[in-house]
């Protein structure tokens, strides 16, 4: 069992940046692939960003490629999103979530395939 806790949401201004973070619980955690995704009201869970266990592999949705950064420090066991030139659309709820079976299927962007969550944090991007 991996326990994902999120931290690092609020409230910001368009333009501005914020860094999330997300600490997960067990050891093993460096083997996990790891991403962010986000919720924004009456939409889809989406994926933002992903990074492989060696964290020499990253991933991003189109909608946040060069603005977001996706990083891990696994002496920590915990994965960071660094978020800047924020908008208005990128408000949402995000969360962190842990892929066991990477070695299995590859990486995915697929909210199915995840096998832990956090609980989320909430982003809002003022206009």
């Known amino acids: 069992q991996v326990q994902l806790v999120e931290s690092g949401g609020g409230l910001v201004q368009a333009g501005g940046s914020l860094r999330l973070s997300c600490a997960a619980s067990?050891?093993?955690?460096?083997?996990?692939?790891m991403a962010w995704f986000r919720q924004a009201p009456g939409k889809e869970r989406e994926f933002v960003a992903g990074?492989?266990?060696?964290?020499?592999?990253?991933y991003y949705s189109d909608s946040v490629k060069g603005r977001f950064t996706i990083s891990r420090d696994n002496a920590k066991n915990t994965v960071y999103l660094q978020m800047n030139s924020l908008k208005p659309e990128d408000t949402a709820v995000y969360y962190c979530?842990?892929?066991?079976?990477?070695?299995?299927?590859?990486?995915?962007?697929?909210?199915?395939?995840?096998?832990?969550w956090g609980q989320g944090t909430q982003v809002t991007v003022s206009s």
């Open positions: 067990r050891r093993t955690f460096s083997t996990y692939a």
């Open positions: 979530a842990a892929d066991g079976n990477v070695a299995l299927h590859g990486f995915t962007r697929r909210t199915g395939l995840y096998d832990y």
């Open positions: 990074i492989r266990w060696s964290g020499s592999n990253t």
